[in-house]
């Protein structure tokens, strides 16, 4: 049971690039999130989703989307990447009145 | 608007003295709360959480944390540190039902045990 695994590990972007973070889980949980971290701020919100085909705008979407094509996948994509999405990205999902379990995360540094 | 506030974004203490870790929410119906721990360059671990059943609620590794309604508080405590205990400690609030989706973050303390 691999629980939640988040893709890549690292990376590193240059301005304007673009990528993908994957997140899959294999619980069968309706709910997934994307976070990121940043030193002092906590994890703040990005985007999640309550099921599969859905998606919520969270505390700071901005320069961000998301799909829920399959209801084990979250996808976050950076269409253009700025040096204040330099960050360290967390995946996590529940089901129901569950806590939400978590990935080990992603460092993404923009240059 | 919901949120949740730590008290403390640095807290240090002795090995082998209690520890305590403060966190407020705002006011709403029926919210479930969670601590989780985050040891450096490492992923989010649950401690605990409460989900509207018994208001003291019991974790790993000692700790434990009281849901007070009338205080809107979730404090987190423990009789005695350890070297281990040191980390990064966040109070997470989900409020409303389970379909209403969104986990709240508070800032984080950070918990720096010294010898």
């Known amino acids: 049971n691999a629980g939640v695994t988040q893709t890549p590990k690292f990376r590193v972007l240059k301005t304007g690039q673009s990528m993908t973070l994957l997140c899959a889980q294999d619980?069968?949980?309706?709910?997934m999130y994307w976070y990121r971290q940043d030193p002092g701020m906590g994890l703040r919100l990005i985007h999640y989703s309550v099921g599969e085909g859905t998606t919520a705008k969270g505390e700071v979407p901005d320069g961000y989307n998301v799909s829920r094509l399959k209801k084990q996948n979250f996808l976050l994509g950076l269409e253009s990447a700025a040096p204040s999405q330099t960050s360290v990205y967390f995946c996590?999902?529940?089901?129901?009145?569950?806590?939400?379990?978590f990935g080990q995360g992603t460092r993404l540094t923009v240059v | 608007a919901q949120s949740v506030t730590q008290l403390d974004s640095h807290v240090s203490v002795s090995e082998g003295t209690p520890v305590l870790l403060r966190c407020n929410y705002s006011?709403?119906?029926?919210?479930?709360l969670f601590w989780y721990v985050q040891h450096p360059n490492k992923g989010l671990q649950l401690l605990l959480k409460?989900?509207?059943?018994?208001?003291l609620v019991k974790g790993i590794n000692g700790f434990e944390a009281e849901f007070k309604k009338s205080e809107t508080s979730f404090h987190l405590t423990k009789p005695s540190a350890h070297m281990s205990d040191a980390a990064e400690y966040f109070c997470?609030?989900?409020?409303?039902?389970?379909?209403?989706?969104?986990?709240?973050f508070g800032q984080g303390t950070t918990l720096q045990v010294k010898p």
């Open positions: 409460y989900t509207s059943a018994a208001t």
């Open positions: 619980m069968n949980h309706e709910y």
């Open positions: 996590a999902s529940r089901r129901g009145e569950t806590e939400a379990f």
């Open positions: 006011s709403s119906y029926s919210p479930s």
């Open positions: 997470v609030v989900r409020y409303g039902s389970s379909n209403t989706g969104k986990l709240i």
